[in-house]
Each structure stands twice: as C-alpha cells, then as structure tokens.
C-alpha cells in the first residue's frame, strides 16, 4: 500500500488506546466526585472498575476507581506500573506474594491508604458479605505504558524487585519516621490503616497551624501526603506541577483556584470523595471553614525519595542540601507561595463570611486585624 494513502502513525497516546481497548468506563473533568462514577466490569482485574482523568493529572499519572461487590475478590495479578491505594467506603483485605516466596496480608477499611510493591503478585478481597468496596488508586500506568506499548510485557513479567519488599511491620501499619525537617517529615511504610488517625508534624510555613507527613510507599516512585489545617485557618495560596491528586479525607471546606491574569477564581466545595488536581503551575488555595481539622491526600508521581522531575525536586527542596523548598518559599522570593499580605483582598473577606455562614470561629488573628487587613502589611 502507498504510504502517503494510509492513516500517518503519529501522535499516538498508547495509554489512552489501552484504556480504550479495556472497554471500562472513562471519565473526563477538571474535579470529580469518585462516588457518583459509573464503573463496568473490568475483566483484566475481575473487579468493577473506571478510569477517571482528570484535567489536571498531567503527562505520568492517572486513577482507577475499583468496586469489589460483597465477598468478591479481584484477579491475582502483577504489574510494572505503580500504584497508591485509597479506600473510599467498605472494608476488606489484600494479600501480597512477595520475591522470597513469602506472603503478606493486610485489612483496610475506609481511609486506609497503601502501596502494592512493584509487580508483587497481590489479590484484594472484600471483607464483607453485604456491602462493596470502593477503592481509587493513581497510577503511574500513562508513564509506563508510554515507554513499553505493550499491556503483555507490562501484566504478564515474572522478575521479582527484591529490593522493594520493604519490612514485614510495613504491612501491618507499621512504619519507619523519618525526620528531615518542616515540610519533608517521611513516614516510609506500605500500608496506613486510617489517615484520620496519622500523626501530622508541624509546617507553619504554609499556613496557620498547618501540618502534614510524606510517605514513601513500598520504597516507590509514587508520592503521597496527608496534610491538614486546624479549625478556623486557611493555608497560603501556592502552585506546582500538574499531576498533584488532591482528595478529601474529612473536613469542610473549599478551595480556590486561578490564573494570574484571571478576573475571578474557580471554586470547588469540598465533598469527600472529591478528587482535583490543579493543573500545571496554576493557583489554588485551601479552606477549612468546617468547625472541627480538616484533613487532604494529594497522590502524583514522583516521591520524596524519588521525585523524577526536576520540577518535583524544585518544588521538594531535593535539588540540592538545604535547598529551598518552592512551595514553601513566597514568590516575591522565587518560590512558589502567596504570603498572607501579599494575597488578593477578596481572598480573607470570602472566607471570613464563610465561617459566619457556617457558624464557625475565624482564628486567622495571628495574620489579620479584626477589619481584615493582613498584619504584616499593617507592620510595614
Ligand atoms: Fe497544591
């Protein structure tokens, strides 16, 4: 056949023909609210399932939400990419063959959060006669799709990563903290059993109160943190890269969105369940306008311990010793933060008449007189 007749082979996105050629349910949006997507099943993991895109998840990741129906189990399989487990609702277990030949097994419930290591043979079961589970996991499967464009090589490799089996007590809620400094504090483990109940540290550079812990799961490319803000407090506006999937642990509130040459910001109220990566380098901000910690899970690609890009590792402070970390650093000083005085004066009010609405104590005092101008720049 003459070439310049045919269909030219390019601008081909092997990840989104595999999804396709999957046949499951895919959804499209900026934020998505997990408990109302429709799931099919899904023969390959003997589960019901969906792939959920959002807008904002960048070139490397995506997530799969999974619904084990009651007493069900999934296929036991293995694979190449990676993944960070979220449990939305119901209770279960999941078991893990691991290089030596020995076998883990663990039992989630709903907030449970844990990492499969790389191409272990795993299999999850529902735990429960009645109810399903629901499960959304981000994945690094774009990425490693786009290098191999092969579904084969990527299920179906017998190698065993000894290196990533990590401690036995990794499988039980176990863990190892590792103490870096504010904003890098690293919980390494395989499996939290609630995030409600974790142990945040202090980051009072991003905000009143704020706190937050890493966590390097099954010693993996993919990242995960839980961050929180006390009742009464919003943290610093601030941007990244895309890919960060920012999802509702407990809590109410809101979070903003915009571009610098934007008129008006996009908000999203807080529902959990909720998933909403910002996309690439834009603004956003967090609220907490409810009257008890709200607490957040962002998941990407790109770990502390292994952050891939460089944009990650500006944005980590791992570029080098000491490095700044640009999320934390206001950008009137080369980072990537909005202070408290330097923000937009529509800000403060909106959150202020949140609170009033809601019945709830402002307790933004240490930054803001009573008449809402920022301290700081009252100082100046
Ligand atoms: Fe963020």
Redesign the pocket.
């Given at each position: 056949m003459n070439e310049m007749l045919s269909k030219p082979r390019i601008g081909i996105d092997p990840y989104l023909d595999w999804v396709k050629g999957e046949g499951v349910p895919v959804v499209n949006d900026y934020a998505i609210y997990l408990f109302d997507v429709e799931t099919a099943p899904w023969p390959r993991y003997g589960m019901k399932g969906a792939a959920v895109h959002c807008e904002g998840r960048g070139d490397f990741a995506s997530m799969f939400l999974f619904e084990l129906p009651p007493g069900g189990s999934s296929t036991p399989m293995r694979h190449l990419y990676e993944d960070v487990i979220y449990v939305l609702e119901g209770t279960g277990s999941t078991q893990v063959e691991l290089a030596d030949g020995t076998k883990r097994h663990f039992e989630w419930g709903p907030r449970s959060l844990f990492s499969i290591p790389i191409n272990a043979r795993h299999r999850h079961f529902n735990g429960s006669g009645q109810k399903r589970a629901l499960f959304v996991t981000t994945t690094d499967m774009p990425l490693i799709m786009n290098i191999f464009h092969n579904d084969k090589f990527i299920f179906d490799t017998p190698f065993e990563f000894a290196e990533r089996v990590g401690k036995s007590e990794y499988y039980s809620g176990g863990g190892d903290m590792i103490m870096i400094r504010p904003g890098n504090h690293t919980w390494e483990t395989n499996f939290v059993p609630d995030l409600e109940k974790m142990k945040l540290t202090e980051w009072d550079e991003r905000g009143a109160g704020s706190s937050i812990i890493l966590f390097v799961l099954a010693d993996g490319n993919m990242h995960a943190h839980l961050s929180e803000m006390p009742t009464g407090t919003y943290k610093k506006g601030?941007?990244?890269g895309a890919g960060?999937h920012?999802m509702i642990v407990s809590g109410t509130g809101y979070s903003l969105f915009w571009w610098d040459d934007a008129k008006d910001f996009k908000r999203l109220e807080w529902r959990h369940g909720m998933v909403f990566p910002?996309v690439e380098r834009q603004w956003?901000q967090h609220f907490n306008t409810g009257t008890r910690p709200a607490r957040y899970l962002?998941t990407s690609m790109g770990s502390i311990r292994y952050p891939f890009t460089a944009r990650k590792r500006r944005s980590t402070g791992t570029t080098s010793e000491g490095a700044e970390i640009a999320?934390a650093t206001s950008a009137k000083k080369g980072g990537d933060q909005i202070e408290y005085e330097d923000q937009d004066s529509r800000i403060h009010p909106m959150f202020i008449e949140e609170m009033r609405r809601n019945g709830a104590t402002p307790k933004m005092d240490k930054y803001f007189e009573d008449d809402g101008t920022p301290k700081v720049r009252a100082a100046r």
């Open positions: 601030h941007r990244h960060a920012v910002p956003h962002a999320v």
